[in-house]
């Protein structure tokens, strides 16, 4: 049985750095893509950042480039999203997802559509209060 448990979310003020993790279970961890997405309330969900565990490959959304960090420790199928520069616009609940099926997988890393994402964590909130 797959199993995603993330933690780390929490509320800071803008500028401020939190970051997430996401522990996975009952799967091949080392052939998949992991990715981050988050909704805030009233919006759909977005894609923040992807990785492929295998390459070490990453992707971003444009909002967080610079700010965002994802990486991986494969020794504790682990993937995290260190988050810094925080701003009020980024608050949401924060999901980590894997695709176990091959399906996110792009000729420069991994899907940003959650549609490819077979397995989903149960989310975290980050609150980034002005």
């Known amino acids: 049985q797959v199993q995603l448990v993330e933690s780390g979310g929490g509320s800071v003020q803008a500028g401020g750095s939190l970051r997430l993790s996401c522990t996975a279970s009952g799967y091949t961890y080392r052939s998949a893509c992991m990715a981050w997405f988050r909704q805030a309330p009233g919006k759909e969900r977005q894609g923040v950042a992807r990785i492929g565990t295998s390459t070490g490959s990453t992707n971003y959304a444009d909002s967080v480039k610079g700010r965002f960090t994802i990486t991986q420790d494969s020794a504790k199928n682990t993937v995290y999203l260190q988050m810094k520069r925080l701003k009020p616009e980024d608050t949401a609940l924060y999901y980590c997802?894997?695709?176990?099926?091959?399906?996110?997988?792009?000729?420069?890393?991994?899907?940003?559509?959650?549609?490819?994402?077979?397995?989903w964590g149960q989310g975290t909130q980050v609150t980034v209060s002005s």
């Open positions: 997802a894997v695709d176990t099926q091959g399906r996110a997988r792009i000729a420069d890393g991994c899907s940003r559509w959650e549609s490819n994402y077979n397995y």
